[in-house]
């Protein structure tokens, strides 16, 4: 199994940006998949997750409304759209696989990790 992300950089409050994550290695269509982040000196915190098919998505309280997740199964990836972006965005952001019949929320829930990718929020 190898998760890549990928789309950081530095961009500025107001602004957007797209992650993606590239899988291989298993049957992506079968596996919920999610975006976690984690800011410097604080523990890696949920960001959002969706189904196998992209039909139910899940968010954390703090990117509702800015941020879209969805997935492509053709070319077995995930984005993470992050519209108006706020400095408190700023974190390095992992996609992972979702173990099956668990939560959404929690790192314990994902069995594989991708190797991050730094997004930069700064004017």
């Known amino acids: 199994v190898q998760l890549q992300a990928s789309g950081g950089g530095v961009v500025q409050p107001g602004g957007s940006l797209r992650l993606s994550c590239a899988a291989s290695?298993?049957?992506?269509?079968?596996?919920?998949m999610g975006w976690f982040r984690q800011a410097p000196g604080q523990s890696r915190e949920f960001v959002a997750s969706?189904?196998?098919?992209?039909?139910?998505?899940y968010f954390a309280q703090s990117v509702k409304g800015r941020f879209a997740i969805s997935r492509d199964n053709a070319k077995n990836t995930v984005f993470l759209q992050m519209n108006n972006v706020k400095t408190e965005d700023t974190a390095v952001y992992y996609c992972?696989?979702?173990?099956?019949?668990?939560?959404?929320?929690?790192?314990?829930?994902?069995?594989?990790w991708g190797q991050g990718t730094l997004v930069t929020v700064s004017s």
């Open positions: 992972a696989r979702r173990r099956s019949r668990a939560t959404n929320y929690n790192t314990a829930d994902y069995d594989f």
């Open positions: 290695g298993f049957r992506f269509s079968d596996y919920f």
């Open positions: 969706l189904s196998w098919n992209g039909g139910a998505t």
